[in-house]
Every structure is written in C-alpha cells, then in structure tokens.
C-alpha cells in the first residue's frame, strides 16, 4: 500500500518538475558576440528563465489546445515539412518520441507561440549564452577547459541517436539541460550576425544594411559557443531540425 | 420599415468583402502570422487585414537618419514609376523595427513629415515578439545598439492581394527596375 507514495514521493525529490522559472541576476556580461563593433559587453537584465527545455508532452498538451499548430494543420509559412514528424501522429506521441524528451522538430515560429501561451517569451541570445556559461558552482565556467571540453565533446555526438530525456545537473541558477542535450531557439535567432558596416559594401548591396555598428565575435577561442551562433544564423524562422528545441523565459 | 430596408441593405453590402474572403488563406501567406500591428492613426488591426490587395512592405525606424530615410524613398519612387490607376490599387505599409520610440504620435508625426498620404500610406508599430516574428517572416534582419540604434537590413517586398511574397529587392536609393516591373504585374 505505501510502496506507490514512496515512489511518487521520491520521483518529486529526483525528477525536475516541469514547466518551472527560476530568477537569473544578469549584469555585465563577456558574450561572443559583441554589443557594438567595439567589442563592449552585454548588459542583461535580470529575467527568469525555463529550468528545462520543453518536452514533447508538454508540447503536445500545447498543440491540443491550439491545433493551428498541430503538424497537419500548421501554415507552411510558419513550419517546415518536418515539423514534429517524429511523433506517431499529429495528436499522439508514440515510441519515437517520448514524453520527458525535449520536443525538436519545431519552428521558431511554434516555438514563440509556445512559450506565449506560457505568458512568456523565447530568451535573447545573450540571455541563453549568460545562462549557458554557467555550471554547477560558477556563474561563469567558460575559462575552464573542462567545460569548454564537456560542451564541444556533445556536439560530437552522431545527429542520429535518441535524444536522452531532461533532467540533467542543474548549474548554479538552477537552469538545467543548457548544453550536452538540445540546440535551442532564441527570440534574436536573425539578428545574430548583422554586419552593420555598410560602407564596406558596394554597388547594390551598398545600402543594404543600415546603422552604424556592427556584429563582432569576440572570444575566437569558444568555439563551441561559436558553432551555435553559426548555426543559430543558418536557420529560417520556419525551419526545424532534429535537435534544434527550445525554452522559454520570462522578463523578471 | 425603410429604415430596415437600409440597415438590411447596408449590412449585405459591409458583408460582400467578408463573404469574398471566405476563401481560406494560402499555407505560404504572410497573413497566416496572427500578430496585431497598430497604425499612426491609433487603430489596431490583425496585419491579416492587409488581405485584398497588392502590398509594398518594409520595415524601419522613424528616427534612423542614415538609410531608413532612403527607404521611404525608395517606396514612393517605386510608386511614382506606376500609372495613375495603378497607384490607387497599390498600399504601402512601414513596420517599425523601434516600437519603444516610435509611439502612435511619432508615427503620425512621420507621416506628416515626409508626406506620406493615408489611407494608401500606412505606418506602424507593433509589440516586440510580434516586430521579431514579421521580421523573421520576411527575411528582414535587425539587432538594437548599445546607443538605441538599429542595424538592419533593407528591403522593399512585394506581397500580393492574398499575402504572398511576389518579389524582394534589396537596391535602395535608386528604383530596381526588375522589382518595379513585378509591381506593376502585380497591379494589372
């Protein structure tokens, strides 16, 4: 009779509840990409942030609520063909896609929605890159060779197998899953790259860009935050990927 | 009873344009995007009612002095190359990239200033997520600076009556012939 109010009792202790914010202090903050084309830092304001990625059942619990964007309804303009076609069905998950696994295969488009209909919001690249530096005792880990290591050796890991569940060590914030599990969206996914130089352009594109900055990448060294960016600059809002999911955060 | 004749006659003819709209939207519209835009007058409208007719869009920020300006520009010289008809049949719509600053009445006051005729003429602005979203939609980027300014790219789209992308040109400062040619097509 007891043995079921232990477990569930010890499934609270060991499993992150889902769905949850956690406060971040922000501040001054050494990003890749620089603010200005002078390199300065970023300044984050103080936010709270997804402590999990959102999985595939709470994507679908979403996707029953709004079936514009269940897989066979969505508009083409706002999800590619791909969008969560590992799922068994445009209403069931099924063995390819378990319900504590981070949901991929999703737009940015979806993504946005999701996390409004959370009242919330996709992070800023700087938010996600702050939060990411951290890990279980610094808010910034990024010197450590060991982290850089732990984080470049998940990107080595072939596209093709299972993505593990979430529920990985949480860092100093609380936040968990930051590397090792997904790539993640963020709201300013387009804008990471912006070169703003104009004057370096000519005939046509002369005016293409306008303003008087331009995007910078510091810190040549991080690749592995690099490699995000890159990729992060690659993709259209209505793209999906196998391993591309999302959280969401909310302004403090 | 007159009365009610009116009013019978009034709402058939108020419900013709809706009824003409029953159609669904094609995947690949713009329009599929629910976001709410908010003009210079003050009005708020979901951009889905941009529907029925040719649309040149860009967006902008009223307080950028280096290329927005040419933007502007760039839209009415597009216009200018039309004939007269074709003018009346072609709206023009400036999304702002800058919604802290370019309230309703700085809209409006940038309408004035670079004579800008409604109703053909439309500014507007939006709340953050939904400025990304459009952005993101038309393959406009932006990022803001430390010092509040925007770097963006430029572009004039062509959408037609049903909110599909017909055209793009990234030539700024001067008309693209090609893309003037697309809408004046667009407008036949």
């Known amino acids: 009779m007891w043995l079921p109010w232990v477990v569930m009792i010890l499934a609270s202790v060991t499993t992150p509840k889902p769905g949850q914010y956690v406060p971040l202090p922000g501040g001054t903050f050494a990003s890749v ?15 709270k942030l997804r402590t999990e990625p959102v999985t595939n059942a709470e994507f679908l ?40 696994q981070p949901v991929t295969r999703v737009s940015w488009f979806a993504a946005q929605a999701y996390c409004e209909s959370e009242n919330a919001r996709l992070p800023s690249w700087y938010e996600w890159e702050y939060a990411a530096a951290a890990d279980a005792h610094r808010e910034d880990a990024r010197q450590d060779p060991a982290w850089r290591d732990a984080v470049l050796n998940w990107y080595s890991r072939p596209s093709n197998t299972p993505l593990p569940t979430i529920g990985g060590e949480a860092n100093i914030h609380g936040v968990r899953d930051m590397n090792g599990l997904v790539w993640e969206w963020v709201d300013d996914f387009n804008a990471l790259l912006v070169s703003g130089d104009g004057r370096e352009q000519d005939g046509a594109d ?14 040549k ?12 600059s690659a993709v259209k809002a209505a793209d999906t990927t196998n391993n591309m999911g999302f959280r969401c955060a909310r302004n403090d | 009873m007159i009365k009610r004749l009116l009013f019978l006659l009034a709402s058939l003819l108020l419900a013709a344009p809706v009824l003409a709209d029953q159609k669904p939207l094609p995947g690949d519209s713009v329009y599929q995007l629910g976001i709410k835009l908010t003009d210079q007058d003050g009005h708020t409208w979901p951009l889905a009612e941009r529907r029925g007719r040719v649309q040149l869009v860009t967006m902008f920020y009223s307080s950028c002095t280096m290329v927005c300006p040419m ?41 004035g200033k670079r004579k800008l005729d409604a109703p053909r003429w439309t500014l507007a602005r939006a709340k953050p997520q939904d400025v ?28 037609d009556a049903d909110g599909r992308i017909l055209a793009k040109t990234t030539v700024i400062g001067k008309v693209d012939p090609a893309f003037a040619a697309k809408v004046k097509e667009a407008l036949r």
Not at chain 1, 208 to 215: H, K, M, Q, Y
Not at chain 2, 83 to 94: E, V, W
């Open chain 1, 33 to 47: 990409i620089g603010a200005d084309d002078k390199g300065a830092p970023a300044q984050i304001r103080p936010f």
């Open chain 1, 61 to 100: 619990a979403f996707v029953m609520k709004n079936p514009q964007w269940r897989r066979d309804r969505v508009a083409s303009v706002l999800a590619d063909r791909q969008y969560l076609s590992q799922w068994a069905s445009a209403d069931k998950l099924g063995p390819g896609a378990l319900p504590q």
């Open chain 1, 206 to 219: 002369k005016l293409r860009f306008c303003g008087a900055g331009a995007a910078n990448l510091e810190q």
């Open chain 1, 221 to 232: 060294e991080n690749y592995a935050t690099l490699m995000r960016v890159a990729m992060l």
């Open chain 2, 71 to 111: 933007i502007i520009d760039t839209m009415k010289a597009t216009r200018a190359t039309l004939d007269d008809a074709s003018k009346q049949k072609l709206d023009l719509l400036a999304v702002s990239f800058d919604p802290e600053r370019d309230t309703v009445d700085a809209l409006h006051a940038y309408m």
């Open chain 2, 132 to 159: 990304r979203a459009l952005s993101a939609l038309l393959g406009l980027q932006y990022r803001q600076l430390p010092d509040g300014e925007f770097n963006h790219s430029s572009e004039l789209i062509l959408l």
